[in-house]
């Protein structure tokens, strides 16, 4: 039976993980490298999400809107200015980093051989 693909892909991960270590890398190194890529993959979703979804809601509020019969006025559509935007998209990266220190922690831990046979 073969595996799904995210099974596929965390064995290759700790594949990746259990190489690194073997060529000398310590266990904080470790850490870091699991919280970087997941801050990589927290900022380039945030940097896709963020603007569709404002741009979403530019299309769908008002559409909605006259679908009901309302004008809406500009200060019920433009619910977030770009200060709490930024703090939106920090605090997602914030909780993605933290949900990641788990796993880091258990990569950070593992014996290289352990690693390097995970399947």
């Not at 000398?24 to 940097?47: C, D, E, H, K, Y």
């Amino acid at each position: 039976m073969k595996a799904g693909a995210s099974g596929e892909n965390k064995g290759e991960r700790a594949r990746d993980i259990g190489v690194a270590k073997a060529l000398g890398m310590t266990p904080r190194q470790t850490v870091g490298m699991v919280l970087t890529s997941v801050a990589v993959v927290g900022l380039i979703g945030g940097g896709i999400g963020l603007p569709l979804g404002l741009a979403l809601h530019a299309v769908t509020g008002p559409a909605m809107g006259h679908r009901a019969g309302l004008d809406f006025p500009s200060a019920a559509l433009d619910v977030y200015p770009a200060p709490e935007l930024v703090l939106l998209g920090l605090g997602g990266l914030v909780i993605a980093v933290l949900g990641c220190l788990a796993p880091a922690a258990w990569a950070a831990r593992t014996r290289t051989v352990t690693a390097l046979h995970t399947e």
